[in-house]
């Protein structure tokens, strides 16, 4: 089996696999393929459900794009030598001058404008959650501003993610560790926990790092820097954590500013684990999204509640909208402006997670024109992003690396490929061994008793 699947994919398994955390048993579905929970009136039925899960070794879930753009610092260029996100950690730390042990990942010197008395006073690293290359490919049009910055600054054509599966937690923990998950143990989202059960590798709500077991640079840089550095994220979900760091869990560690999603109450605010980060209490609230779902309700010209046909009052749609986009966007952009970033010479972190690209992509899948339109307003928020960094920073003082966690999955139905319900499997694998033996089945892999 494994000369079947070849090398490339063989190392991303090997290199994701984790003995505590991952599946006992992992899926390799066929290309094209996806294991998804669709709802009860799908099963048994030819109707095509647009969701889709990206948890594969293939290379539309493992080619991302990695970017590096900061004037002065960061040289222009292109290179299609195979690289992935567990090199960033240690360009980072090259770039600061920090002693960083980045098991797996190497510094990206070539893109680099060479020995420098003065570090960046800022850098800034986003990943776009499912911007792979597929999505990009699929419509190339609608990332003006990215594509600018990848033929201003320095591009890697030929990155990956560095292992499977290709999931978010997994992979952002790739990006800020610079190890793959056999070294930093978040191998799953959904993970063997320490007492043998089987839930979120972040706790849920509890957003609780601990079993990130590899140090982060970030983290790395603020302890060397006696927690001086500022340091901070806005994402969307407990998973995106590790590319940044752990607060209070790490060894010298202090609240550092986190800013997370919860779907309630109402449409869903703003939040992190208080506990571990500081949550800052500037940030838009209801008013502001409520505002912005408003103008993306009319943009057909009625008011209905609706875009696209899509409800704008449910929670489980809303943080796949343009509307949302411009939502965190704004809390970027508010951090920019109050927070003490990139006022000294000790470089600051900044790490921005985009979520609607993946989120809308479950929802309506990566071919749909609603994904598009998103996908343009994160462009807008990049483009908002540097000049907030230019203006508020200076340009010349700062850095930006530009990636994405994985690709994404076209509708099965339009690529020969098949839908395996992982309830229906699990079922069968027990019926196959006379009892019961699975545990729970994800779209990873199943998980025995």
């Known amino acids: 089996m494994a000369t079947a699947l070849g090398s490339d994919v063989m190392t991303a398994l090997l ?18 393929s996806t294991v998804v929970r669709w709802s009860g009136e799908g099963l048994g039925t030819d109707a095509a459900d647009p969701r889709t899960t990206h948890p594969t070794p293939w290379d539309y879930h493992q080619r991302v794009p990695i970017v590096l753009f900061g004037p002065d610092h ?32 190497e510094p990206l010197r070539e893109a680099l404008a060479g020995p420098r008395d003065d ?3 800022v850098i800034v690293l986003v990943a776009y959650d499912g911007g792979g290359w597929n999505l990009l490919e699929q419509w190339p049009e609608s990332w003006p501003f990215q594509h600018r910055l990848m033929a201003e600054g320095f591009t890697y054509t030929n990155a990956t993610i560095g292992s499977a599966p290709a999931v978010t937690s997994a992979i952002h923990a790739n990006m800020g560790t610079g190890a793959y998950p056999r070294t930093h143990g978040v ?22 790092p601990r079993l990130l077991r590899a140090e982060t640079v970030a983290d790395a840089w603020d302890r060397a820097n006696g927690n001086r550095p500022w340091i901070g994220l806005l ?11 752990k607060g209070t869990e790490a060894e010298g560690g202090d609240r550092d500013v986190a800013v997370l999603w919860e779907d309630e109450p109402g449409l869903g605010a703003f939040f992190v684990n208080e506990a571990l980060y500081e949550l800052p209490t500037y940030l838009p609230g209801d008013d502001d999204l409520q505002h912005r779902l408003t103008e993306l309700d009319g943009e057909d ?18 943080p796949a909208t343009p509307a949302f986009v411009e939502h965190q966007g704004r809390a970027v952009m508010e951090i920019l402006r109050r927070e003490p970033i990139g006022r000294d010479d000790l470089t600051d972190f900044l790490f921005v997670e985009l979520k ?18 998103v996908l343009r307003a994160q462009d807008r928020v990049l483009a908002d992003l540097v000049a907030t960094l230019d203006r508020e920073v200076g340009r010349g003082s700062w850095v930006m690396a530009i990636t994405a966690d994985h690709g994404q999955t076209p509708k099965p139905e339009t690529t020969g490929g098949l839908r395996v319900h992982p309830d229906l499997l699990g079922r069968n694998v027990d019926r196959y061994f006379g009892r019961k033996i699975v545990q729970k089945v994800t779209p990873s892999g199943l998980f025995l008793d």
């Not at 040289?75 to 240690?90: C, E, K, M, Q, W």
């Not at 993970?191 to 706790?203: I, K, N």
């Not at 989120?359 to 598009?372: D, I, Q, R, S, T």
């Open 235 to 245: 994402g969307y979900e407990s998973w995106h954590l590790g590319m940044m760091g």
């Open 187 to 208: 191998a799953e989202i959904t993970a063997r926990l320490p007492d043998g059960s089987v839930g979120d590798v972040y706790f849920d709500e509890e957003a609780d």
């Open 74 to 105: 960061v040289r222009p260029g292109r290179s299609d030598r195979p690289v992935d996100v567990t090199d960033l950690a240690p360009t980072f730390a090259d770039m600061v001058d920090l002693h960083f042990d980045a098991p797996h990942g």
């Open 356 to 373: 609607p690209t993946d989120f809308g992509g479950h929802l309506w899948n990566m071919v749909a024109p609603e994904e598009a339109s």
């Open 301 to 318: 010209g009625a008011i209905d509640g609706s875009w696209r046909g899509w409800d704008l009052a449910d929670p489980n749609v809303v």
């Open 15 to 32: 290199r994701g696999f984790d003995e505590n955390t991952s599946t006992d048993v992992a899926f390799v579905p066929l290309p094209g």
């Open 119 to 121: 570090r960046p006073r």
